[in-house]
């Protein structure tokens, strides 16, 4: 009788080094955390406040913004407008969009730095990052702009993880609570609230406080952010992560309540949305995202029945 060869040592240590490495790959890449997240959503009904992520479609994918060279990075909506804001990074410009990708114009940024976000804070007011020196800039847009100077403009400095390239890259306001949302991209991710700036009557005097939770941050299963949203009507976050094609919906304490994936194949995609850099959402709640290079995609909610 022919007896089976024991397996050798070398095997199961190249299986516990397989095991340990597999390990590693979805710790690094929160593979654990967002599996949790799926089950519990699968598990337990939405909540009733929640933007619903889930149920959004694709109307208008991978649309080639023409006429920009320079790739774009995050995207802001006007209400008053009714239209788009985004920047350009390398030769720094401030681009309008309308609601369907197309360009309206084009203004020149000078000593913005690596601008790499916008705001829309409220009528011809917006905030600019500069993510090098993570600066905020206030600036004032008018419909006869041809260029803007950050040395014109109230800016402000957050002297924290200084250094390399892992700086500002989203930013979100509440209007009525008059804070400002400003994202960390990595290294460490964070999401920060700042109260205080923009400042809107220069005759008083003002305080600026800034305020971040690493415990909350540490929490979300994302492994970068790229833009942020704030919706009113919720009270709720939308993080856009581009390494982890995923937008996230955040509650006030940070816990995530529903996700919209960027994947192929996932809510209408045809192919996956590559390096996605900014979202923006309108008052009915239609989603806008751009991606480098340059391409723009819009999501919508199904009506109900």
Request: proline share 5%; aromatic share 10%.
């Amino acid at each position: 009788m022919r007896r089976f060869a024991r397996p050798k040592p070398i095997f199961f240590i190249l299986l516990l080094i397989a095991l340990g490495a597999s390990g590693m790959a979805a710790q690094q890449f929160r593979l654990f955390e967002r599996a949790w997240f799926n089950w519990q959503v699968w598990r337990h009904p939405a909540d009733a406040r929640s933007i619903g992520l889930t149920d959004y479609r694709v109307t208008l994918q991978a649309q080639v913004i023409e006429g920009l060279d320079d790739d774009v990075s995050a995207l802001t909506y006007d209400p008053v407008r009714n239209s788009l804001f985004t920047v350009t990074n390398k030769n720094a410009e401030l681009i309008e969009l309308s609601l369907d990708g197309k360009l309206l114009r084009r203004i020149p940024l000078i000593g913005f730095g690596d601008a790499e976000a916008i705001e829309f804070i409220s009528e011809d007011i917006y905030v600019i990052s500069d993510e090098g020196e993570q600066r905020l800039i206030k600036i004032h847009l008018e419909e006869g702009t041809q260029f803007l100077d950050a040395a014109d403009a109230e800016q402000m400095t957050i002297g924290v993880h200084l250094g390399g390239n892992k700086g500002f890259e989203g930013l979100a306001y509440d209007s009525v609570g008059k804070r400002l949302f400003v994202a960390k991209e990595r290294d460490p991710m964070l999401i920060y609230e700042v109260h205080g700036f923009p400042h809107f009557k220069p005759e008083k005097t003002y305080s600026v406080h800034v305020i971040n939770n690493p415990k909350r941050d540490a929490g979300l299963f994302v492994r970068d952010l790229s833009s942020l949203q704030y919706n009113e009507r919720s009270g709720h976050l939308l993080a856009l992560s581009d390494e982890s094609f995923l937008v996230l919906e955040l509650d006030i304490d940070g816990r995530p309540l529903s996700s919209l994936s960027l994947l192929n194949g996932r809510h209408g995609l045809s192919k996956r949305v590559p390096q996605a850099e900014g979202i923006a959402m309108d008052n009915e709640g239609t989603l806008y995202l751009v991606s480098e290079p340059n391409l723009f995609y819009v999501f919508k909610k199904p009506a109900p029945l």
